[in-house]
């Protein structure tokens, strides 16, 4: 009976250290929790919505953005905003961000990594928008941070060790007749490349929609895989 006891627990053991070399392998925490996500992004994002520790490349959208801010405040998190002078409160709160649950770092100076790296310690999603390019060192830390405390990071930009990157596409405004009205809003393709994925998943909605949220229209497609020439 000891003896089966001692082999469960070194399978225990074992079991533990392999995780931990994959955890360091793979950039990431293996039950990583999920972060509130719109719905439409969620069914486009690898495993199914943004998850603690990993990081995200986005375009240069606010709306986009912002939308990925809103849920997580709403569900009572702290998110933060770096190098964005331009973001604006109002703008913000007209997505369904809330306020109280914002902060707002609009110029960071040249050592933006470590201040995004800082607000990792207790904010659910840090957002940067960097004033220059990142080290692998300092990536390499911050990604380290990201998974010892269980923040998101999105960056708007390239980022190397990003879990996918969001791509916007074939923008249509709506709400303007003849001279008059105002723009209501707009239809977007977002697209979402990932390490997991052979091919991009892109759906079709409104961003935003008329009452300033995130709604998809129709469901989200795997793009087709471009084919090689044999030869």
Known sequence: MRTIVREEV???ADLHRLRAQLERMQGRRLEAPLL?????LADLLPG???RAGAAYALPSSSGLLLSLLARPTRAGSWCAAVGMPDLGAEAAA???VVLD??????EPGPRWVAVAATLAEVMTIVAVRPGARATDAEASRLQARLRDRGAALLVQGGWPQAEAVLEISDPHWS???QGHGYLAEREVTVSVRSRRAAAPRRARMLLPDPAGSLTGIGAPVAAPVPLRAVG
Do not use: E, K
Request: proline residues 17%; aromatic residues 4%.
């Open 10 to 12: 070194q399978q225990a």
């Open 36 to 40: 509130p996500t719109p719905p439409v």
């Open 48 to 50: 199914g919505g943004l």
């Open 94 to 96: 007209g997505y369904g």
């Open 101 to 106: 649950r914002l902060v707002l770092v609009p």
């Open 175 to 177: 709400g303007l007749g």
